[in-house]
């Protein structure tokens, strides 16, 4: 579950004063690399890339956004693209449907970013509550999604708490670089990063077990 609920970290981040633990280190799940077939390894390669422009490209629309800078639309943009890369990785383990129905709720994930952020710049308490409450109804639909998908490998429970430290962790981020706090901000883009290649690898995991013969030598 979420660090904090909704209006208590809608609080945190106006006032700047977040504080999260420190991320653990990103672990690789399964077999060791030495043991891995061709296909597999160019399959978790290609998650552990697209989550990374993931967290990249929002780094860079968080910057980018707080800086007032000219090149936020085209930054975001391509943030949304990245969107369709994730959801069309999924396609051939979990059809079309799937795949387009986890880019439009990472699309989401997204837009209401954006709705935070805006709140947040704007210091209004009640509209960043409003905001956080949607961005992580909408991580819940996320984590619920894939459990649905992957049960054995993604409990709701995993899912659930990947997603909650994901969000908690961009919020903090965020609120350093609104802040000004910039030394800050790029330490916690290192903790988002960790924490993004351990969900990448969870969910490249729980995939190769579900197929496993989409992997084989």
Do not use: C
Request: glycine fraction near 6%.
């Amino acid at each position: 579950m979420s660090t904090f609920p909704g209006r208590t970290l809608a609080l945190l981040v106006v006032t700047g004063a977040l504080a999260l633990p420190a991320a653990a280190p990103a672990a690789t799940a399964g077999p060791a690399a030495g043991h891995r077939t061709t296909s597999e390894q160019a399959f978790r390669s290609a998650m552990d890339r697209l989550w990374e422009e993931h967290v990249a490209w929002t780094r860079m629309a968080i910057v980018s956004f707080a800086a007032g800078l000219p090149n936020l639309k085209a930054t975001e943009a391509r943030l949304l693209r990245n969107q369709v890369d994730i959801g069309n990785a999924v396609k051939p383990f979990y059809g079309a449907a799937a795949g387009s129905r986890l880019t439009s709720l990472l699309r989401t994930h997204i837009l209401q970013a954006v709705t935070v952020l805006e709140a947040a710049k704007a210091g209004d308490k009640a509209r960043v509550g409003r905001a956080l409450d949607a961005w992580h109804a909408n991580a819940h639909a996320i984590a619920a999604f894939l459990a649905k998908a992957n049960p054995k490998s993604w409990p709701l429970r995993t899912t659930t708490k990947m997603m909650d430290e994901h969000l908690d962790l961009t919020t903090k981020e965020a609120v350093d670089e609104l802040a000004g706090h910039y030394a800050a901000s790029a330490a916690d883009y290192d903790r988002v990063e960790a924490e993004i290649l351990m969900m990448s690898h969870t969910l490249s995991q729980g995939i190769v077990d579900q197929f496993p013969s989409r992997f084989t030598a």
